[in-house]
């Protein structure tokens, strides 16, 4: 139960008060176990951690790795299997980074914890040319440290904080500025091949982290680096979905289900699907030409974001 929950009521509470905090405690742990819930769904539908594994959870001070970290070690305390967690910081040297704040609140929980510093941020400030993004340069930094430093610890997974706004996030890049479609998958094999990356908040929204930092008041350290960087083509990407969302519910929801239904001989990638060698059967195929069907365009509602076809 998140301590927040535990509220301690007054004598001169009114019974409105009482109901008021009553409520308060129930959607917070109600919370709680959605995300310990979707942690776990998404562990085991991809097998992220298995029995013995060391992971090693990287966390920056954001509001993401802290819950990830959190609901990880509730987790480890549940679950059939025997694995460890370190936590590991990244200190890149940003100005008026607060290196005090990790360690105390590690210290406080108890968790292994090792704080890497290099100061990647000169490097970055030194080769970006002022008012360009600095994302791509500072993130190949970074992955190239946590990968050494998870040599170093003996870590056998990387557990990383991305979530799955994020992994819509970065679908919709990759497509519209990069002409592939590519996503952010919950696990993958590290460029250098040593390591497996998961990702256990694959199926958690980021406005469920945002407001379970909140009610857990994670000490959120800023990024002074990339955080002051308004017109990142992440926010507009991000700003999308937030307008779908809200004028067509569900829209968000169908695209991120799209990511694991995929069907490549509809697509037109010759790599995934033998195009070139495709010939009739005779036989009936489940996945076959649908082209001129009405579905699923014409019998959507205009609530779930579904274009129709034909005139009204």
Not at 131 to 141: N, P, Y
Not at 212 to 239: H, M, T, W
Not at 276 to 290: C, F, K, M, N, S
Request: proline letters at 5%.
């Amino acid at each position: 139960m998140l301590e927040s929950a535990n509220v301690a009521f007054s004598d001169e509470a009114t019974p409105q008060s009482h109901r008021q905090m009553e409520k308060f405690a129930y959607e917070n742990n109600k919370l709680h176990k959605r995300l310990c819930r979707q942690v776990g769904q998404a562990i085991g539908d991809f097998n992220m951690i298995e029995n013995g594994d060391r992971v090693m959870v990287c966390l920056s001070g954001g509001k993401d790795s802290y819950a990830l970290l959190d609901i990880l070690l509730t987790l480890r305390q549940r679950a059939p299997i025997s694995f460890d967690i370190v936590a590991v910081n990244l200190d890149q040297k940003q100005p008026n980074f607060p290196a005090h704040v990790l360690p105390e609140y590690l210290e406080r929980l108890g968790v292994p914890f090792h704080i890497e510093t290099q100061d990647t941020y000169s490097i970055v400030k030194r080769l970006i040319p002022e008012g360009k993004t600095t994302c791509s340069l500072c993130s190949r930094l970074r992955r190239g440290i946590l990968y050494r430093v998870a040599d170093e610890l003996g870590a056998t997974k990387i557990a990383l904080g991305h979530h799955r706004d994020d992994i819509m996030e970065t679908f919709f890049l990759n497509m519209f500025f990069g002409a592939k479609l590519k996503g952010m998958p919950p696990k993958l094999q590290s460029d250098d091949g040593k390591h497996i990356v998961i990702r256990p908040l694959a199926y958690v929204k980021e406005a469920d982290t945002a407001r379970y930092a909140e009610v857990k008041n994670f000490p959120i350290i800023p990024c002074d680096l990339c955080g002051s960087q308004e017109n990142l083509q992440r926010k507009q990407i991000k700003g999308m979905l937030r307008e779908w969302e809200k004028k067509f519910p569900g829209r968000v929801d169908n695209i991120f289900s799209s990511l694991s239904t995929v069907v490549p001989s509809h697509l037109m990638d010759k790599q995934l699907f033998g195009f070139e060698g495709l010939a009739a059967t005779g036989a009936a195929i489940q996945d076959g030409d649908i082209a001129f069907d009405e579905e699923p365009c014409s019998t959507g509602t205009a609530g779930s974001g579904v274009i129709r076809l034909q005139p009204e």
